[in-house]
């Protein structure tokens, strides 16, 4: 009998020891997980240069899933419905429109904020042919210019351009490197998108090693239209007073070369007339006295 109370005993001891431990973890405080996952997606119609600059952020996000083409460019909430589904809480949407312009989504779904740049000169890295490499999967520091943290719109843009292009440690498909830098410049209300290669030289006399960065590519400029309180609808919380939209830099230069064309019209016209006013002499009287 004394030695089942000595079993006993030692039970309730492990039993304590147990729910100690159990309590201990409750009450620490749990540790963040970066869980950021992209949907990365575009709408019909867009060109084969727009195409390739979407596989180029796809090759340099491994926590990206692509998804295919959406058809409507009006219901744009269902991408929330499609991020939902794929286990995302981002997206980067491709709008393409006259085969021409090309238009970013960048949206936390489902409660928002987005933001809708315009996207200009465009190179991809089949283009540009430029000597930087890295590693696919590997993560990138993402760099951002001082002027972000001056206005508040900024700040938004760069928390959620952060949550976009910074790849998380959870991720599955990434590798344990960091050999890329990610930078995004403010210069004449635009944000410049550049990718560099960081490369190390050691030429054995120094102890420290040489680093300089390299240009990988792809390359293209964002200029901000709009931000939207909700993900891709919402009312507008910040509106850019300086962004022209292309059909009117459009609709400009026709009306230049129409002025063009009217101003060779009347030169043509004037210069008509000119020799008209030369070709006609004054009359002779002694004409019509052999009549």
């Known amino acids: 009998m004394a030695k089942l109370s000595s079993n006993d005993d030692n039970e309730m001891e492990v039993d304590e020891i147990q729910t100690k431990t159990e309590e201990k973890k409750n009450n620490q405080p749990k540790e963040f997980k970066n869980r950021q996952r992209v949907m990365l997606l575009c709408s019909r119609g867009i060109t084969a240069r727009h195409r390739h600059l979407m596989s180029d952020l796809q090759a340099l996000l491994p926590h990206a899933k692509k998804d295919s083409k959406l ?3 009006s219901k744009l909430y ?25 238009y970013m989504w960048i ?8 933001i809708k740049f315009h996207v200009t000169n465009i190179h991809t890295m089949s283009e540009l042919h430029l000597t930087g490499n890295c590693l696919k999967g590997s993560r990138p520091i993402v760099s951002f210019d001082k002027t972000f943290d001056t206005t508040p719109h900024y700040k938004l843009i760069k928390e959620v351009l952060l949550h976009n292009f910074s790849t998380p440690t959870t991720s599955r498909r990434i590798k344990p490197f960091v050999d890329h830098v990610i930078t995004f410049s403010i210069v004449d209300g635009r944000i410049w998108f550049r990718n560099y290669q960081i490369v ?30 909700g993900s891709f ?6 509106k850019n007073g300086d962004f022209v939209s292309p059909n009117t830099i ?19 016209l004037e210069h008509a007339k000119h020799l008209q006013e030369a070709n006609n002499l004054p009359s002779d009287p002694l004409d019509e006295v052999f009549q």
Do not use: W
Request: hydrophobic share 25%.
């Open 71 to 73: 058809d409507s460019k």
């Open 78 to 102: 269902i991408l929330n419905e499609l991020a939902d589904i794929n286990n995302c809480n981002n997206c980067i949407y491709f709008e393409g429109r006259k085969h021409t312009d090309l």
């Open 107 to 114: 949206s936390k779904t489902p409660n928002g904020p987005s």
């Open 200 to 229: 190390e030289k050691n030429d054995g006399t120094k102890k420290e090693k040489e680093m300089s960065l390299v240009e990988i590519g792809p390359r293209f400029v964002l200029q901000v239209m709009r931000i939207f309180d």
């Open 233 to 238: 609808c919402g009312s507008t919380i910040f």
């Open 250 to 268: 459009r609709r400009f230069q026709k009306q230049e070369m129409s002025m063009k064309y009217k101003s060779r019209i009347n030169r043509n």
